[in-house]
């Protein structure tokens, strides 16, 4: 997706909030006091919705959205940004693009970080640490290639 499609998707906040009403309730959710599926409207001025019973959603809740005061449209943006800049996208860059303070785009970088962290269910646990490594294969290519008369030295990993 390029900006021009991202901009003209996500336009305003009531936009966004509507995507995160299909993804977690669906197209037509499940009222959950009236036991059946049912329409919900959006009440206005707050992002809530309610179905025919007067029963009330908040798509919102139990998200990182949940006590945000920053619109909607800056979370979706900056995770766009963030997947799809391939250098990756630092705090002090987000802090210009969104006219958000230093502090607000960290902790959205955070937020949006973790979340990522917990798509698959799979983490990366106690330390790790990689750069250029070179495991296995033959020797050539090696900074260090040992003679043959040489004892080779130990790698010691941890």
């Known amino acids: 997706m390029i900006l021009k499609e991202f901009l003209a998707k996500y336009s305003s906040s009531e936009a966004c909030l509507q ?62 940004l963030m997947t799809a800049t391939r250098g990756g996208i630092s705090a002090k860059q987000l802090e210009r693009e969104l006219g958000v303070t230093y502090k607000t785009a960290w902790r959205m970088m955070k937020q949006i970080r973790i979340l990522m962290g917990k798509r698959d269910g799979r983490k990366l646990n106690g330390v790790v640490e990689v750069d250029e490594s070179f495991f296995g294969g033959r020797g050539t290519n090696r900074k260090y290639v040992p003679h043959f008369n040489e004892k080779p030295k130990d790698i010691i990993m941890e």
């Open 19 to 80: 995507k995160i009403m299909s993804i977690r309730f669906g197209f037509k959710p499940y009222c959950g006091e009236c036991k059946r599926r049912r329409s919900f409207k959006k009440m206005k001025d707050r992002p809530v919705y309610q179905c025919g019973g007067g029963h009330q959603v908040s798509p919102l809740a139990g998200t990182v959205f949940e006590k945000t005061t920053t619109p909607l449209q800056y979370w979706f943006y900056a995770m766009w």
